[in-house]
């Protein structure tokens, strides 16, 4: 590997990322947004008790939203249960085709079986908790007579609040679908306020479905890889036109904040896109003497970190990027740093040998870049579990360039809630870092 090579590159990558960012600084609209800088196309932040608007990024845009399609479906399902048509203990048939539609590896789902029928309370977990595709179809063929029907009501919905969306399915599957962020937070807000019940399912952090562990696509309730205080919800949404969308509920000291980010430049950088917004939401709340802001990472003995407007490029993907701040008891200088189990998604293979408790991190150019939207949801069931470290602070970093290098151990490693991350600087070894300070960004370049 030429380092000359891969240097040139870089720079030549980060003058297109920097024109980039200039052009979109040039666009944006509102104040909220020169304060806080996303990878997402569409973002905003929503009062839930007033409806004021505390961030707002290309908002009104209507583009589509994949699986969060389904807090509108669930709104319908919870109409139902409010008229009285249905219950939790209504028993929900499944015919041969949603069963084999069940277990499309293609699609986020739950297994159901053909002949068997499910409890609604069943079905909602699935949806809530795993996004299970066949399982909100399920309910609406029950409810409406068919998916057709379901989503009649569901856009039926939205116009009376005045929501610019539209819907042709209820699942998110569709490209055609439509609504925009503030629409989309709109909708959340309204499924809450009506219909608080849904927290009780979005706030799990697994279920057991018919003897099937499944874990939340939600990566920012307790014990996700960005666990955030207050998070009790809401839905993700993947798909290759929608990119990476994430709707997020956070409630503290008695008041709530609901966010949307649409369009996220990977899987990850959505719940890093949509702690900023809240970060910086909570200090405007903060500001006016309203509810504190408590921080979104609870300080260590050793260490801690923080979400950061420092944007990180790692082979043309934009990567999931903290800060960790030293302090006189460890002895660390601050720095950017990035989790390892994220690199797995970046062109490396990361893999963790119990007998000498090391983690070895080998850049393999011949490896898939899975970092962006088409890194589905399905994947999601406990992706965190393919690097859980049970003893991370004694675990050494290998670092490796490719296959036969010997590799450097790297000098700066850090816990970010019980998972391991490493300084971005350490990534030297594998190919090129470029580092811009005025306008935050760094890039990695580690292939030909």
């Not at 739950?110 to 949806?127: F, N």
């Not at 925009?180 to 979005?202: E, F, H, K, Q």
Request: charged share 20%; hydrophobic share 40%; with cysteine.
């Amino acid at each position: 590997m030429s380092y000359k090579y891969n240097r040139r590159r870089a720079l030549r990558m980060l003058k297109t990322i920097i024109a980039a960012a200039v052009s979109a600084a040039l666009m944006l609209g509102s104040l909220s947004a020169y304060a806080v800088s996303i990878s997402a196309k569409g973002g905003f932040v929503m009062d839930s008790a007033t409806g004021e608007a505390l961030f707002e990024y290309n908002a009104d845009t209507a583009v589509p939203p994949a699986s969060m399609t389904k807090l509108v479906a669930l709104y319908v399902i919870y109409s139902h249960i409010a008229d009285g048509s249905l219950t939790k203990d209504t028993l929900i048939p499944v015919g041969s085709a949603l069963a084999a539609y069940s277990r499309d590896p293609g699609y986020s789902n739950v297994y159901l079986t053909a002949g068997e029928s499910y409890t609604l309370d069943e079905l909602l977990g699935a949806i809530c908790v795993v996004s299970a595709n066949a399982a909100v179809m399920a309910v609406g063929d029950y409810i409406c007579g068919s998916e057709a029907g379901l989503v009649n009501e569901m856009n039926a919905w939205i116009s009376a609040w005045g929501v610019n969306g539209y819907f042709v399915d209820c699942t998110g599957v569709s490209s055609k679908n439509r609504i925009s962020p503030r629409g989309m937070a709109t909708v959340a807000n309204r499924l809450i306020t009506d219909y608080p019940d849904v927290l009780n399912y979005s706030s799990l952090s697994s279920i057991n479905f018919r003897g099937t562990r499944y874990y939340p696509t939600n990566k920012m309730l307790p014990g996700g890889a960005y666990e955030y205080y207050g998070t009790d919800g809401l839905k993700t949404g993947t798909t290759s036109a929608a990119g990476c969308c994430f709707t997020g509920t956070v409630s503290r000291d008695g008041k709530r904040l609901i966010s949307v980010v649409m369009g996220s430049s990977s899987t990850n950088m959505r719940y890093v896109d949509t702690i900023k917004m809240m970060d910086y939401s909570w200090d405007v709340l903060s500001a006016r003497g309203g509810a504190q802001q408590t921080p979104a990472y609870v300080e260590k003995p050793k260490d801690y970190i923080v979400a950061t407007d420092l944007r990180c490029f790692i082979n043309d993907w934009e990567i999931p990027t903290f800060i960790h701040y030293g302090n006189q008891s460890n002895g660390y200088q601050d720095c950017a740093v990035v989790m390892l189990s994220d690199l797995e998604d970046y062109g490396f293979d990361v893999s963790y040998d119990l007998a000498t408790d090391t983690v070895t991190v080998v850049n393999n150019t011949d490896k898939d870049l899975t970092a962006g939207p088409n890194y589905g949801e399905q994947y999601s069931y406990g992706e965190d579990a393919k690097l859980e470290l049970s003893n991370w602070d004694a675990a050494k970093v290998l670092l490796k360039s490719g296959p036969s290098d010997p590799g450097v151990y790297a000098q700066n490693t850090f816990d970010i809630n019980g998972r391991g991350a490493v300084s971005i600087d350490e990534l030297k070894h594998m190919g090129s870092v470029v580092w811009n300070e005025k306008y935050n960004l760094m890039v990695v370049v580690t292939r030909n």
